[in-house]
């Protein structure tokens, strides 16, 4: 037993016979020093435990000690029980010159900050916007809009998922506007902030005030409206200023994350109005677009890149740009660092864990067929059970469908989940909403919220 | 325990060893004074397990016994006794009755068994130094000892017993100070010779020398008895025993930092020099504090510079006694100003070769003028 052992014994048993505030006091970083003869030396750290060790707990000690070695006879202790701080001998020098630490303000990048008054990224304009078939009319309508201010598409509704250049799109507007007439007032606000600007009004009393400010303006963008749903006051004010807008023909520019239609608790009145002017959605980029929007980022930052690995970065972030441009980001940081070219393996290596956390893991049948059932409103036994109503039989397809697409289950598999069904019924159901899809709008959007309600949830 | 003793005795007695008290709860006892009989008067001990304190004051002792009280309970209500009456202690069962003229408390205790001991040193004291000296030299070398943890080292004052003098030093790393102790000036033991070549430096952790400073009145001269044992220090002064751990590891090297050699001196009144660098230091800016000495030697002036960019910028021109050559050297205002505090005679002189390397801060003769040595300020000038 070495003498480490031995004291982590000892004092396993002393711990026992006195109380944890004198055990944490007296007995922290002591040690066996030696052990010769019977005769144990023990370290302790200062002067005040070796009087307490030895008049107080001698007998604790030799106790505990020797029912571990009844050879020990004999106990004391000695100070100093830390080795003496392993020398570190090229010791710093005793005082070293401070260094000068140099305050530059940061140059001034005008074009990169946001406006106060405006909210505006300069950094968001139609140049630097690129244009694939998914985007093509909210952009072309975003440029009308831009050109012709308050005259066609009054107002323009955007919608789309995330990350998919709403925003871009929007404060493109704005800024296109500005550099044609910097007298013009613009404001961009999200819903939120103009919730709470709303709130902080009231509070202060200074509705008026609100009021005023926005309806002095030219252009009022609204990101994110999806926000206002169950807010009924903000509703009401912002439908008081909407209107007044409307009628002094000033542009009004709104995004969100759904289609009016699709916007729970929105009062009707702002629905009919929303729907009055121009409705353009912004879907997935295919992989054209971006292909281009990543060969175009990489030419900006000076990245000298391989088709293949663009194309392997294009395959596999399909959902969202913001996702992609995070994707390609990391490959340039990270190929500067490592001053490695990013070839199609390092690239694969490096997104390995970004493409794999792009699914969710744990995701099985069972979440499927909640999302589902829930989604379209009817019991998770009746999509298992057999029975052909017409209401059931299409988000039957949907889940088979799903776990198709999502979990790649095998056909026969997919059939026995859902009740014991034949292969070939999950084969059909596969084909018939893979090909649906491409026409149907309505069936795309579906089945894009259950897959959003499928990752977020589980 | 009976006893009677007075207010005078009993109040400063009280007041040396509750500072010493521990600030962490781990053991409640630490919390308070140890009140005992001893030879015939009263000890008050008290301790943090770092430093410990032990005071002994006169007392006529009616009967033998020992108690802990709460050392906040018992300075509070000490205070805030009205001056001039003897003070009666007595312990009935835990607790202890006070009592003082028509002032009359009750104050619960613990028993004195749980109290820690306080060590008590195995060898004769090997120093003797007179306390106001000590007091002063403990003011002077306080300022720069580190409190930063990572270098435990350099929390302490390091002592270098030498045959000829004591060295007295410490650093944070951006600035040093050392000061002596001529050994005309202590008395030493007989065995000090051979004490010196077993071991002759000791670190002191800095919480003990500022205790060991408050407890030293600064209007008596008495004596401060001074022994290195095993691990720890013990100091005796006036029937007051202080013991410290010490700290241990090695003290850095510092000698070849101090210059032997300069190529410019500025001797000038520490109070102008204060007033100057306290306007600056206003202006200067960002966290390096960069204040600008600009000496001209041809003019025998001296100008300190201070400018931030977000509040403005001051100068002050100084007219010094320069000798040797033109220099411009860049400061952390706050070091300079605190050696330049530290000088207690009424000129300073500052010592420096270039703008890179270290510059001294000493003491002027009063009478002769001259640089005096045995006290010396190192601080390293702002590398441009």
Redesign the interface.
């Known amino acids: 037993m070495t003498n480490e052992e031995l004291w982590r014994a000892a004092l396993g048993e002393i711990e026992l016979s006195i109380s944890k505030a004198n055990f944490i006091t007296w007995f922290k970083n002591t040690s066996i020093l030696s052990n010769n003869d019977g005769r144990v030396i023990i370290g302790v750290p200062n002067g005040f435990a070796k009087e307490w060790l030895e008049n107080k707990y001698n007998l604790y000690i030799l106790k505990a000690l020797r029912n571990i070695q009844p050879s020990i006879k004999e106990v004391s202790c000695a100070i100093g029980s830390e080795k003496e701080n392993a020398f570190r001998e090229n010791q710093v020098d005793a005082i070293i010159p401070p260094k000068r630490v140099v305050f530059e303000k940061p140059p001034v990048e005008k074009n990169f900050q946001i406006s106060q008054e405006n909210n505006l990224n300069p950094k968001y304009i139609f140049e630097n916007f690129i244009v694939g078939s998914s985007n093509e009319l909210a952009r072309a309508a975003c440029y009308a809009v831009s050109q012709n201010l308050g005259r066609i598409y009054n107002p323009l509704f955007i919608y789309g998922g995330v990350g998919l250049g709403k925003t871009h799109l929007l404060q493109s507007i704005g800024n296109e506007i500005l550099k044609k007439n910097p007298s013009k007032k613009v404001k961009y606000i999200t819903s939120e902030r103009f919730t709470n600007e709303l709130i902080d009004s009231i509070r202060t009393q200074k509705i008026n005030e609100f009021k005023e400010h926005y309806q002095k303006i030219d252009l009022l963008i609204i990101d994110d409206v999806q926000f206002l749903s169950g807010k009924e006051k903000t509703q009401e004010e912002f439908f008081h200023i909407f209107n007044y807008l409307y009628q002094l023909n000033k542009q009004i520019v709104l995004s969100s994350d759904r289609a009016p239609k699709a916007i729970p608790t929105l009062e009707e009145r702002l629905r009919s109005r929303f729907e009055g002017g121009m409705i353009a959605d912004v879907s997935k980029a295919d992989f054209e677009t971006r292909m281009a929007i990543l060969s175009k980022k990489a030419v900006d930052e000076g990245l000298t890149i391989s088709t293949t690995a663009l194309d392997f970065i294009a395959q596999n972030i399909t959902h969202n740009i913001r996702e992609l441009e995070g994707a390609l980001n990391r490959v340039i940081v990270s190929s500067q660092l490592t001053n490695r070219e990013p070839t199609l393996d390092y690239v694969s290596a490096l997104l390995s864990d970004i493409i794999a956390s792009g699914k969710k893991k744990g995701i099985t049948h069972k979440h499927i067929i909640d999302a589902v059932s829930s989604f379209y409103d009817i019991d998770t036994a009746d999509l298992i059970m057999k029975n052909r109503k017409k209401e059931v039989v299409k988000p039957r397809q949907v889940a088979m469908y799903l776990m198709r697409s999502e979990l790649q289950y095998s056909y026969p598999g997919i059939g026995e989940k859902l009740g014991g069904r034949d292969h070939t019924t999950a084969i059909h159901a596969y084909d018939k909403i893979s090909k649906e899809l491409e026409f149907n709008k309505k069936l795309l959007e579906d089945v894009a919220s259950i897959k959003e309600q499928l990752y977020n949830i589980s | 325990m009976k006893l009677t003793c007075t207010q005078e005795n009993f109040k400063k007695a009280v007041f040396n060893s509750e500072r010493m008290v521990s600030r962490q709860n ?3 006892i630490l919390n308070n004074i140890l009140f005992e009989t001893e030879n015939g008067g009263l000890k008050l001990s008290a ?1 943090n ?2 430093i ?1 304190v032990s005071v002994q004051i006169g007392a006529k002792i009616e009967e033998e016994g020992k108690i802990t009280i709460p050392a906040k309970l018992i300075s509070n209500f000490v205070n805030n006794l009205p001056a001039g009456e003897n003070i009666s202690l007595e312990v009935i069962d835990q607790s202890l009755k006070i009592k003082s003229g028509s002032s009359k408390a009750v104050i619960k205790g613990l028993s004195a068994e749980d109290f ?5 040193k195995q060898t004769d004291f090997i120093l003797n130094i007179p306390s106001l000296k000590l007091k002063n030299i403990i003011s002077k070398v306080i300022t720069c000892v580190a409190f930063n943890e990572t270098r ?1 080292e350099l929390t302490g004052v390091n002592l270098v017993l030498k045959e000829k003098e004591i060295l007295f030093a410490a ?1 944070d ?4 100070v050392e000061s002596s102790l001529k050994l005309e000036e202590v008395n030493v033991s007989s065995v000090y010779k051979e004490f010196l070549e077993k071991k002759n430096t000791f670190i002191i952790p800095a919480n003990t020398f500022v205790e060991l400073a408050r407890i030293i009145s600064s209007d008596i001269e008495s004596d401060i008895k001074i022994v290195f ?4 220090v013990f100091f005796e002064i006036d029937g007051t025993d202080v ?1 410290s ?1 010490l700290i ?3 003290y ?3 000698k070849h ?1 101090v210059p032997v050699e300069f190529k410019t001196r500025i001797v000038g009144e520490k109070n102008i020099f204060q007033g100057a660098l306290k306007m600056s230091s206003v202006f200067s ?4 504090n ?1 204040v600008v000495l600009k000496i001209d030697a041809e003019e025998n002036k001296l100008l300190i510079e201070a400018r931030s ?1 977000e509040v403005g910028e001051n100068s002050s021109e100084l007219t010094v006694d320069i000798v040797g050559s033109s220099q411009e050297v ?1 400061f ?1 205002s706050k ?1 300079l100003l605190d050696g330049i505090n530290t000088v207690m005679t009424s000129k300073v002189a500052i010592l420096m070769n270039n703008a ?1 390397s ?1 510059v001294a801060i000493k003491e002027i003769d009063e009478k002769t003028g001259e640089v005096l040595e045995g006290y010396v300020y ?1 601080v ?5």
Do not use: A, C, H, W
Request: hydrophobic fraction near 25%; avoid cysteine.
């Open positions: 781990t053991l409640p301790t397990l770092e410990g820690p001991l306080i060590p008590k435990q650093t790393s951006f600035r040093l044992e095993e691990g720890q013991v751990r241990n590891g090695k850095p090297d510092y930092i800016s960002g966290k390096t960069e960019v860049v952390n070091y890179s270290p190192i390293m000038p702002i590398k441009n």
